[in-house]
Structures are given as C-alpha cells and as structure tokens.
C-alpha cells in the first residue's frame, strides 16, 4: 500500500466532495489503525484494527471480541477480515520476529468467545523460516464464496521476483477448504488488498496496488497470471499472462472491494465499489461484466480520511472502514439520496419539482448515475420512478409521491 504524509492528508481534506445528495456520517470511532469492516446477517458490524482487535459496533462504541497474536508495521499486523457465518469470522494476520514477517496466517475466530482456530500458515521463506520477510506487501482482506471456501491474497513481500515463483507464497491468491487445505489460486500479484467473489461470473474481483502507478483491477478465473513483475498497468502483455480488467489512470491504491447485493440498495442496485487510500475516494463500476470495463464514478472523492474498506449489509446499506494520521479511524456509514431527492439536500418535497424539470432538460432522458453531469448537477435520486433513467415519467412518479404525503398530513 502507498502510504501519504500528514500534510497531503490535511490538503485532501480540504478538497473533499461527494457526488449530489450523498454523504458520510460517522457511525463509530475504532481505536488504532482500522484494516477490515464487515457485517453480519442481521446487519450487526465487525472490524478489525491493524494492532490486532476484532471490534464489534454497538451503541456506537468499538467493544473488543478478540485479539490475534500480531502487532502493527508496515504493511503488516492484522490485515482484514470476512465473515463466515454470523459467528465465525476468517482473518488474516501476520506473525512477527523483531522486524521481519514470519508468516501470513489465516485463521477461524469465534466472534462470541473470542478462540481462535489456525486455518492455514503461509510460510514467507519457505527455505529457511526465520529469515522472515519485508513487512512490506502481504495483501488484506479474505473473502468467502457462497460455499463457504475462503480466498486470500498474500503479496510479494516487496520481493518482486517472488510473485512469479509458484513455489513461494508471495505475490499469490489462495482458495482455502474447512481443512485449511491451501490451493494456488493465481498468481504474479504485487499487494492485492482485498478481493471478491463474484458468484454470478464465478470469478474472483481483486484489486492490486501497482508500483507508482498501473494500479489494477482483475477479474481471474484459476490458473491465471497478472504479471508482476513482468508487465504491470497498460505496459506490453508478456507471454502467459493476462491483461487487467481495468487501469486507474492515476495512482488511487485501491483497498477495500465489496460486490453490491442485487437490488438490496435503492440505489446502488448492482456493481461494484472500490475504496482507495491515495485518493480517499469510493469507487462505483456499475458493471464488472461489461466489456471493456467502464472508468468508474467517484461517489466520494478526496475525503477527509483514507477509505480502507468497504462493505454492504444485507439492509443494503454501505459502510466504510476509514483512517488518517496520526492513527484515528472510523466506522462511517454511506447515506444515498431518497428516491424524489433531485436537488440532493436530504428532502424530497416541492422544490425537487423544479429541479427534475431542470435536470430533465439536461440533456434530455438519461442515465440516472449521469445525474450530475452537464449545465444542473442533480442528485441521483432525480430518478423517481427507479428505472434507471431520468425523464419525464420521473415527473409524474414524484408528483404522485408528493401527493401521498399531503394526504398523509392531512389524516
């Protein structure tokens, strides 16, 4: 990961901007630096701090559930979490001696007592285990297929040659079984923070933080080879390696990735969303299938804090795991526009009338997540009728929700 100095993180903030209607509102402060959040099926949150410590929110205060025999360093520590099952969560951490990284661990914490079940240790020198590595690159978050099978990506350890050696366990995706079976996923990764699963494409979503740009996403079946070091960004393909998905323009180190839940969220109904430390900004692809992949929408952009990652709850609601220096984290939560919000200031009421009127003649019908482009800047909740697109129907859908609530007032 690209880390920044105090003063670039003091010059975003002062830049910090959400599209039309959007905000953030702080759900919880999380000592230390937070790596991970996550929730579960009744929408209780999880997260985790890079000292170690699985948090659970409640009442707004991060509470302790458990602690894993790691410190902070580097890209080192407690690197992130996914959520088996409402009791069990899969985390991944590193084991130190002195300075160097020993291994990368994943293993099963039962988030009720606390007791943690080795699943796997990765050996960072697999000929001589002492020597350890870099704290340097060993990847993040997790993920859990909808079979309960587990995925990790480890990164090269800041020993670029290692990612293309498949005997060695940097610069690697993992798919682990029950057992703790290990299986070579892909490789020629150079630090991918997070990844998905994609049950729909049976595919793993993974993000890899290139070197001073190049920063990727990919989107692999097993077997597959990205390229570090060989060929990294829009640079020549080398023999048996495959092309990203998708080229940031510019050096955003890409964190968290969560796949949208069909429909869970009004609207951020499909897609993807990405959070990135550089930038400090959320990502939205609307579709990872689309070929090629379209640049995505920064939802938010240049925020006050880092956003480390990023997760939905099956309400639908978004939250973010986000931090800055010196060490202050948070637990924030994602407020999207109301449907009839179209002027994006947290009401729908009769000014949105003009405003729709104005962003219709915008440009005439168009997408909804286009909403803030052209001559008016509108909300996305100028779409009224959620049918993906603003236009006129939009107009008769929101006279008629105005309508209900009169008629609410006046009973």
């Known amino acids: 990961m690209k880390f ?33 959040v996550a929730t579960d099926s009744h929408g209780v949150i999880y997260c985790t701090n890079t000292s170690g410590v699985v948090f659970r929110i409640d009442g707004g205060q991060a509470i302790p559930v458990a602690s894993l025999p790691t410190q902070a360093g580097g890209n080192g520590g407690l690197l992130g979490m996914a959520l088996v099952d409402d009791t069990t969560a899969a985390i991944h951490y590193t084991t130190w001696f002195a300075e160097r990284v020993l291994d990368d661990v994943v293993s099963l914490v039962n988030l009720r007592s606390g007791a943690e079940t080795v699943l796997h240790d990765f050996v960072c020198d697999i000929e001589q285990r002492e020597r350890g590595a870099s704290s340097e690159h060993h990847g993040g978050n997790p993920t859990v297929a909808s079979d309960g099978t587990i995925f990790v990506g480890i990164g090269e350890y800041n020993d670029f040659q290692l990612a293309q050696k498949p005997e060695w366990n940097g610069g690697k995706i993992f798919r682990l079984d029950a057992l703790g079976n290990a299986t070579q996923f892909a490789l020629g990764l150079r630090n991918p923070y997070d990844l998905a699963w994609d049950p729909e494409m049976e595919r793993i979503v993974v993000g890899d933080n290139g070197p001073t740009g190049g920063d990727e996403l990919h989107i692999i079946d097993e077997g597959s080879n990205c390229g570090w ?87 639908g609601d978004v939250y973010l795991a986000t931090a ?27 000014r949105d009338v003009s405003a729709l009127m104005r962003e219709i003649d915008d440009g005439g019908p168009h997408s909804m997540i286009s909403a803030q482009d052209g001559v008016y800047p509108g909300s996305w909740g100028c779409d009224a009728n959620a049918d993906g697109l603003i236009d006129a129907g939009d107009l008769a859908a929101l006279g008629k929700q105005l309508s209900r609530k009169r008629a609410v007032k006046v009973r």
């Open 229 to 315: 070091p060989e060929t990294v960004g829009h640079e020549p393909r080398v023999k048996g390696t495959i092309p990203p998905d998708f080229v940031f323009p510019e050096t955003v180190a890409p964190t968290g990735i969560a796949r949208l839940a069909r429909d869970a969220n009004p609207l951020l109904r499909r897609g993807y969303l990405v959070g990135a430390f550089v930038t400090r900004s959320l990502y939205y692809f609307p579709d990872l299938a689309a070929r090629p992949v379209a640049a995505p929408l920064a939802i938010v952009d240049h925020f006050d804090d880092a956003v480390i990652d990023v997760t939905q709850a099956p309400n």
């Open 4 to 36: 920044l100095t105090p003063l670039l993180f003091l010059a975003a903030s002062l830049h910090a901007a959400t599209l039309p209607g959007f905000r953030v509102e702080t759900v919880a402060d999380v000592p230390g630096f937070v790596s991970s």
């Open 324 to 350: 800055r220096f010196p060490p202050a984290s948070r637990i924030q939560r994602l407020v999207v526009p109301a449907r009839g919000d179209c002027n994006g200031d947290g009401f729908t009421d009769a």
